[in-house]
């Protein structure tokens, strides 16, 4: 079995890696972080959502384990002080793989994939943009951004702006709206629309100076005037534990003081 590492090296100290390595070999595993079957990150979500765009070609056949390391870690379900319990148990069935499919948009001739959200901003001018859902057209929107969230990004950048959490069970997309101009020229929806999973989100503009933002990474100069976002067949698995439990999860990520 072959473990790929990704750390958040602002977080540990230099031994921190050499020690990890040493433990996974101590368990007859090798460190392999080209072609691995499962990656562990160490660090917290922003860790988690950096790995998945560095093993995006391998999603296939690649296993998160996320290790939380004094972040908040939604997806992070695990301490580093289980290691050892995770390193002896990972072929058996102590743990679940959950599996969870990418938002995805074709920009610029390219296909992008996230697991949180695929949002496009203007926070300097208005951005107007027409809205459709399956083709059929739902606003003109006015304001300083879109957002397009997949159930587990819910709880990410969509929560700050007051998005309804959608419970990592769900296989949906949600609409939400940043800023919105509402007045008695311009109407928007305002509130967040939740769609299947098998809607296709079409947003129409003039997209030169908004940035369109994808997880933790952005794309500028857009050369294209129509962004479709969709839930690809991409999933991300990651290995969880068997009580994970989403209200649980709400409750002490968002709610119990550490
Ligand atoms: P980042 O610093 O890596 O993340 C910002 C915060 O969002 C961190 O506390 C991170 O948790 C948390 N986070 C990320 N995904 C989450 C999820 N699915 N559920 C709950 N919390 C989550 O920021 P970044 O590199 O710029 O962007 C990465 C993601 O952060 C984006 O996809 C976006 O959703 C989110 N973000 C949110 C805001 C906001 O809420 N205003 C602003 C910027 C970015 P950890 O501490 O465990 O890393």
């Given at each position: 079995m072959k473990i790929g590492l990704f750390i958040k090296y602002e977080v540990v100290d230099k031994s921190f890696e050499e020690s990890i390595k040493k433990k996974i070999m101590s368990f007859g595993y090798s460190i392999d972080n080209s072609n691995p079957d499962y990656v562990f990150s160490f660090g917290g979500d922003g860790t988690f959502l950096k790995a998945v765009q560095k093993y995006l070609s391998q999603l296939d056949h690649v296993k998160f384990v996320c290790v939380n390391k004094g972040k908040l870690g939604f997806f992070c379900d695990f301490k580093e002080e289980e290691l050892d319990e995770i390193l002896s148990n990972l072929d058996g069935d102590k743990y679940s793989l959950?599996?969870?499919?990418?938002?995805?948009?074709r920009i610029n001739n390219e296909d992008i994939f996230a697991v949180n959200e695929v949002r496009i901003e203007n926070p300097f001018h208005t951005l107007t943009s027409e809205v459709l859902v399956n083709d059929s057209e739902l606003e003109t929107f006015r304001g300083n951004g879109l957002v397009v969230c997949s159930a587990i990004g819910s709880s990410a950048y969509n929560k700050s702006l007051g998005?309804?959490?959608?419970?990592s069970a769900l296989e949906v997309m949600q609409i939400k709206e940043i800023a919105p101009i509402s007045n008695c020229l311009y109407t928007s929806l305002i509130n967040p629309l939740v769609v299947p999973s098998t809607s296709k989100i079409t947003f129409k503009g003039n997209f030169k100076e908004v940035v369109l933002g994808y997880d933790h990474l952005t794309k500028k100069e857009l050369s294209t005037s129509e962004i479709t976002i969709s839930l690809s067949d991409k999933k991300v698995k990651i290995v969880s534990k068997k009580d994970r439990d989403y209200i649980k999860k709400i409750n002490s990520s968002f709610l119990s003081r550490r």
């Open positions: 959950s599996s969870y499919r990418l938002l995805t948009a998005g309804a959490l959608l419970d």
